[in-house]
C-alpha cells in the first residue's frame, strides 16, 4: 500500500502593496497551484487578494478566511480552526494550496495560525516576502538604522506604561498595529522625547493612497491599519556618522 501524496501548504508573501513587489518565486506558485486562499474582513476586500490580482486567470479555486475585527480572541480562533479544515480537504486530495499573505508570511502575519494547525500534518514551504517594514523605510527615503543601531519592532496594543519603558531605551523602532492605539502611542512618544524624530507611513507602495509625513503633522485620532510609525533617536545618523568606521 502506498503512502498518500498531499498537497503542499504555501505560506506566500506577496509583498506590502504594488504588485510589482512580488517576487519571482511567489509569481511561479501563485500561477501554478490550484487553490488560493487569503484572509479579508468580514466585508470588503482582501488586500492580499488585490496585490495578487493582476496576475490571476481566473482558473484558482478560492478561499476567503473572513476575519471578524474583534479584541477578543475567540471568533477568530473559530475562523482558523474552519478554514484550516478546508484547507486539509483539499491537502488530502493532492491539491497545493497556497496562503496568500500580505507582507512577510511570518512577519506578524495570521498565516502563523494556519501554519500551527496544519504544519505538523502536510508539507509546507513559507516564501518570504518584501515586508511592511522594508516598504516603509523606502517610502521615507531613511534607512530604518545606522551603523551599531538596534532596531525594536513595537507592536502598539503593548500598554502604554510598557511603551514608554520601551521607547525609551531605543535607537531606531518600527511601530505595528497602530490603529485605535495612536493616542496612547502620541502620549508614549511625547512622554519620552520622540515625538520630533517619528514619521507615520500609510499604506506604503500603494500608489496614491500611500501617505507619509511627520507624525505631528498627521490629522487623525486613529490609523488604518496598514500604517506604521518609524522612529529614529539620531534622525541623520547615516549622514552625521558617515566619516566614522563602524565599531
Not at 4 to 21: I, K, M, R
Not at 169 to 196: F, N
Not at 231 to 246: F, L, N, P, Q
Request: glycine share 8%.
Amino acid at each position: 500500500m502506498t503512502d498518500p501524496v498531499f498537497g503542499t501548504l504555501y505560506g506566500l508573501g506577496v509583498g506590502p502593496g504594488d504588485p510589482e513587489l512580488i517576487t519571482l518565486k511567489a509569481l511561479r506558485i501563485l500561477k501554478s497551484v490550484p487553490v488560493l486562499a487569503w484572509p479579508a474582513p468580514l466585508e470588503g476586500e482582501s488586500l492580499a487578494r488585490s496585490i495578487a490580482a493582476p496576475h490571476l486567470d481566473g482558473h484558482h479555486i478560492e478561499i476567503a478566511i473572513r476575519m471578524p475585527m474583534d479584541v477578543k480572541r475567540f471568533p477568530a480562533q473559530q475562523v482558523y480552526d474552519d478554514a484550516a479544515l478546508t484547507i486539509a480537504d483539499h491537502l488530502k486530495a493532492g491539491r497545493d494550496v497556497a496562503v496568500l499573505c500580505e507582507g512577510d508570511p511570518f512577519f506578524y502575519g495570521s498565516f502563523m495560525y494556519l501554519f500551527g494547525r496544519l504544519s505538523d500534518r502536510f508539507p509546507v514551504e513559507v516564501v518570504p516576502g518584501v515586508s511592511s517594514l522594508m516598504a516603509t523605510a523606502a517610502a521615507t527615503g531613511a534607512p530604518l538604522a545606522a551603523r551599531n543601531d538596534v532596531l525594536t519592532i513595537l507592536p502598539a496594543p503593548l500598554d502604554e506604561d510598557v511603551l514608554i519603558k520601551r521607547l525609551a531605551e531605543i535607537d531606531a523602532a518600527a511601530i505595528i498595529k497602530i490603529g485605535r492605539h495612536l493616542p496612547k502611542l502620541r502620549r508614549a512618544l511625547e512622554a519620552t522625547g520622540l515625538m520630533d524624530q517619528a514619521r507615520y507611513i500609510g499604506h506604503a507602495t500603494m500608489g496614491d493612497r500611500q501617505t507619509v509625513c511627520a507624525l505631528s503633522d498627521y490629522p487623525h485620532e486613529t490609523a488604518p491599519y496598514f500604517s506604521m510609525v518609524l522612529v529614529h533617536r539620531r534622525r541623520d545618523a547615516w549622514i552625521t556618522g558617515m566619516g566614522e568606521a563602524a565599531e
